[in-house]
């Protein structure tokens, strides 16, 4: 039997393990293609955790917000370029993507007469950035939601094969 972790700063990989209840042991013998050790180095950050481990993880713990961290926080390419997910409700984020939505209908006709020249006057500027804020909330709330069901997946409340169509 496994001893129960005391660390104060615990890694998102061991938070995840620790949430479904597992021992490093269970979970090397879970995962297969990783093994105990392994684990424990990439919890402890004495090696540096590989895309593949954590994909494994994500399964295994029922955890898919981990890739997503994986990426906004230990990827040189994600750190740039991915936005940081945040877990919520299935209610919050449909009504902010509602909100963001109606929010965007408004802009729409603002957003055809600025591109309409091909270019963002500086006297256009600042109901672009508007637009840009709203249209950057919608794709927030949109990987928000593949969160929420990619979670929902993995903890069995939805079928697989049904959302891999979509």
Not at 1 to 15: H, I, V
Not at 52 to 70: H, S
Not at 135 to 144: F, G, Y
Not at 155 to 165: A, N, P, Q, T, Y
């Amino acid at each position: 039997m496994g001893r129960k972790s005391t660390r104060e700063n615990k890694t998102a990989y061991q938070l995840a393990r620790e949430k479904r209840g597992l021992t490093i042991e269970k979970a090397g013998e879970a995962l297969g293609g990783l093994t105990s050790d392994r684990i424990s180095k990439i919890e402890n950050g004495s090696v540096h955790v590989q895309p593949e481990d954590v994909v494994l993880m994500a399964e295994c713990y029922k955890a898919p917000e981990l890739c997503n961290y994986y990426c906004t926080h230990e990827c040189a390419i994600g750190e740039k370029t991915v936005e940081a997910v945040e877990i919520k409700s299935f209610a919050q984020i449909a009504i902010e993507t509602l909100n963001s939505l109606n929010k965007m209908t408004r802009l729409s006709n603002r957003l055809l007469e600025i591109v309409e020249d091909g270019q963002v006057r500086p006297d256009e500027s600042d109901d672009f950035l508007v637009i840009k804020s709203t249209l950057d909330k919608i794709a927030a709330s949109v990987s928000a939601l593949q969160l929420w069901v990619d979670r929902q997946i993995a903890e069995g409340k939805l079928d697989r094969e049904l959302f891999s169509k979509s």
